[in-house]
């Protein structure tokens, strides 16, 4: 009932197919008008689920407190994929080249909801729909998936084949491997993240409040970014940024390759106008 019911409004929003803006990743996408399609239709590559386990289901929620159980993970995100996928509803939005990425945050204890999450990505799994590592090789496809929040770095490490990675964490990547013998990758962790305050110390962030960006935050965010770079294919990104056009463009033209937002037309108006 709410695929059937949120595949219906998408078909609202699909009267002109958005240019995609890759550099977008919806924050919070479930809190969007239509989940995944509101980012779909705004042209945007990047969705966020926040994922709870309770009696053996995985509810999308900010909180535990705010779970609707008519809110799973399946009917607002895995079947929407692989219909919009089987159908081409989107057309070269994003392809096996140019995958959307679905960020997974495990909000339950990881090693509890790792096996449940990772089953609940079948359907899009038994299709060849997601991005996989097997026996040391990877092959991209339409959706790359990457956990984030209380994913267990070990257990994502472990599996093989391979198919849900890891967000990896930006302010320590340069010092700290993934284990030992190993080093940071796309095949483990196509993403590496950090809150903002974090990333550039508590006085600038205190400063970007007000949209102010100082010499300092550029230094800082251009570092992160660049240990995250040095790794083969792993991608930046950082939440917790204020709401500050300011702030927005200096991260993207300092170099990082997601931009944290809640608003997407906003954003999408805001990269253009910058030329970034």
Do not use: C
Not at 105 to 112: I, R, V
Not at 163 to 173: M, N, P, Q, R
Not at 183 to 199: G, M, N, R, V, Y
């Amino acid at each position: 009932m709410v695929t059937t019911l949120l595949w219906t409004l998408s078909l609202l929003f699909m009267s002109t197919q958005a240019a995609p803006i890759q550099k977008v990743h919806s924050h919070n996408d479930y809190l969007q008008a239509v989940p995944l399609f509101t980012a779909l239709n705004t042209g945007v590559t990047s969705v966020e689920a926040d994922l709870w386990l309770e009696d053996g289901n995985l509810f999308v929620a900010h909180t535990e407190g705010e779970i609707d159980t008519s809110k799973t993970f399946d009917s607002l995100y895995v079947q929407p994929l692989v219909k919009v996928i089987d159908e081409q509803t989107f057309g070269d939005l994003f392809t096996k080249d140019n995958p959307l990425q679905l960020l997974i945050d495990f909000k339950s204890d990881g090693d509890e909801s790792f096996d449940p999450i990772v089953a609940a990505l079948e359907p899009l799994r038994s299709k060849g729909y997601l991005t996989t590592v097997k026996d040391g090789t990877y092959t991209q496809s339409f959706v790359t998936a990457v956990g984030t929040g209380n994913t267990p770095l070990p257990r994502v490490i472990a599996s093989n084949p391979r198919d849900l990675f890891f967000d990896a964490d930006i302010t320590s990547i340069a010092d700290s491997p993934p284990a030992d013998g190993l080093t940071w990758s796309k095949e483990i962790a196509p993403l590496a993240s950090a809150d903002f305050q974090a990333a550039v110390g508590f006085f600038n962030w205190l400063a970007a409040q007000i949209g102010v960006v100082t010499s300092d935050t550029n230094t800082q965010l251009k570092k992160h970014i660049g240990n995250a770079h040095k790794f083969d294919g792993v991608k930046s990104r950082f939440f917790g940024t204020p709401n500050q056009d300011s702030v927005n463009i200096a991260i993207i033209k300092d170099g990082s390759d997601w931009l944290n937002a809640d608003d997407l037309q906003h954003a999408q108006d805001l990269l253009a106008q910058n030329g970034v």
